[in-house]
């Protein structure tokens, strides 16, 4: 990160006593505050609809910012100064005459950053009384996931958005692009000729992207019920992945040159046909199981649970990419909750040389795989081929990593969080690590045609025990092809 303090401005959060603000924004801000990136006199306020006095829920933050900020890393002098640059406003949202005593409480601010932490059906009357209140035209808004639960809701959220603000004052926030490695494709990519020129269906067999979480809905039953695992992970974080990982090169760094190759890649998605679903996703719920040696429940017993939902908490599915550069190479993604790790990984798998000369026995380790871990410990990883040590040996193969991992290699270095880069990128104005509308829209129209197809089908999700990597037809999906997901155990 620059050293350099960013324009002041005031950093208004819309839902600043949510789970979301207490446990990731105040934190980041805090930790770009310690770092020196917040100028003098930048402000935050905190807006909620609950009452009370400001000072009982600015102490209620001050609060969570320990519980959350890691023992180590908090300075009594930075906390004191982050405090100080708190104040906290009560106001619904939907109310048009909340406005005008949030630009008074504002005062004549140069900048202002609207972030919304709150559900996307408000979001357009947040910028309808930003706008009536006279603060739109010095505003950037931040909008978090999911914009819509499907295309069109998606389109009217986003229209309701854009009637007060153009798309270059629109920040959608995926967490995931914020992520070091993340960032790190485009230079793995592009600034090494040894990957790039490799980097299409003649050198590439297949490419796998999971995403595993050990919990299970943390209490978010209401939303997620709702949307499922598709909704939540696939629609937004595993095809930004994807869409990084098969983009062609951008022109150059700007925002919408890399934003125009990401559309190209979800233009390019094959549609899967209902009557191909069977083969090509696997849709699973988990039921009662073990993680770390305890019992957790099935999501049918979750607290609150309706227990004849058929929502699916697991999703993996074969994609291809109609294009000259992918043409032929599956993508295998995969996601679900109460999984044995949490775990969110890229393997690029090589095909094999054309010869082989070593033991035919030794054929199954022939495949340089090149494997991009996000967490939970960021870094990178070649499999490259080599010969055991011995006289007793001969020509016997092994197969060892060239790896880089960031926690070891930068040892004086604190890797940020997702949303600290995130949000000193929207206080810069640079938009390269956000998501621009018609990402969201090819993204939800894809996704559409699954949800679609599986009612087409009648497609219940399938059980799985928590604590195991999914429905035994998600092991089918992969090995129908002949091949297997990448270190499982």
């Known amino acids: 990160m620059a050293s350099q303090p960013v324009e002041p401005c005031t950093l208004a959060l819309f839902g600043g006593l949510g789970d979301l603000a207490l446990r990731k924004l105040f934190p980041a801000l805090y930790q770009l505050d310690r770092a020196g990136l917040l100028a003098a006199d930048t402000r935050i306020l905190a807006l909620g609809r609950e009452s009370g006095e400001p000072a009982t829920h600015m102490a209620e933050i001050g609060e969570h910012l320990r519980r959350y900020v890691p023992a180590g890393e908090v300075e009594e002098g930075a906390m004191q100064r982050f405090l ?5 406003l009560s106001m619904d949202f939907l109310d048009t005459d909340a406005y005008p005593v949030l630009a008074d409480k504002l005062g004549p601010v140069a900048r202002m950053i609207a972030y919304f932490a709150t559900p996307a059906a408000v979001y357009g009357a947040i910028c309808e009384g930003l706008a009536a209140a006279g603060l739109a ?12 639960h499907d295309l069109d809701s998606s389109r009217a959220v986003n229209e309701a958005v854009a009637a007060h603000f153009p ?11 914020g992520k070091e490695t993340v960032q790190n494709l485009i230079a793995l990519r592009f600034a090494n000729s040894l990957f790039e020129t490799q980097w299409n269906q003649h050198h590439i067999s297949h490419v796998e992207i999971t995403v595993a979480e050990q919990v299970g809905i943390e209490g978010r039953w209401g939303y997620f019920d709702q949307a499922g695992q598709l909704r939540d992970m696939i629609q937004n974080h595993l095809l930004q992945l994807l869409c990084l990982i098969a983009m062609d090169p951008p022109s150059d760094l700007s925002a919408d040159s890399i934003r125009d190759e990401k559309v190209k890649v979800l233009k390019a998605l094959a549609p899967i046909a209902p009557e191909q679903l069977g083969q090509q996703v696997v849709r699973g719920q988990y039921v009662a199981g073990n993680i770390l ?7 049918l017993e979750e607290e609150h649970a309706n227990t004849h939902s058929d929502t699916e908490t697991f999703v993996a599915l074969r994609a291809e990419i109609r294009n000259w550069r992918w043409s032929g190479v599956p993508f295998y993604l995969r996601t679900g909750k109460r999984m044995p790790q949490k775990l969110s990984q890229i393997v690029i798998h090589f095909k094999e040389p054309p010869h082989y000369i070593f033991a035919p026995e030794q054929r199954p380790l022939i495949s340089n795989r090149l494997v991009i871990r996000l967490q939970p410990d960021e870094g990178i990883s070649l499999q490259v081929m080599t010969k055991e040590q011995g006289l007793d040996k001969g020509m016997q193969l092994r197969s060892d990593p060239l790896q880089l991992s960031f926690s070891n290699t930068y040892r004086s270095a604190r890797i940020p969080d997702a949303y600290e880069r995130l949000l000193l990128e929207v206080m810069k104005g640079n938009q390269n690590l956000f998501v621009r509308k018609d990402e969201i829209e090819y993204a939800w129209k894809w996704c559409d045609q699954l949800i679609a197809g599986w009612r087409q089908q009648g497609d219940a999700p399938r059980p799985y025990a928590a604590g195991t990597w999914g429905p035994t037809a998600s092991i089918a999906l992969i090995t129908r092809d002949g091949r297997s997901w990448y270190g499982d155990l």
């Open 84 to 88: 100080a640059r708190l104040d906290y």
């Open 137 to 148: 035209e010095r505003t950037r808004v931040v909008l978090e996931k999911p914009i819509g």
């Open 167 to 177: 798309e270059n004052r629109t920040y959608r926030i995926d967490h995931y692009l």
């Open 293 to 299: 040696g305890k019992t957790v429940p099935g999501y």
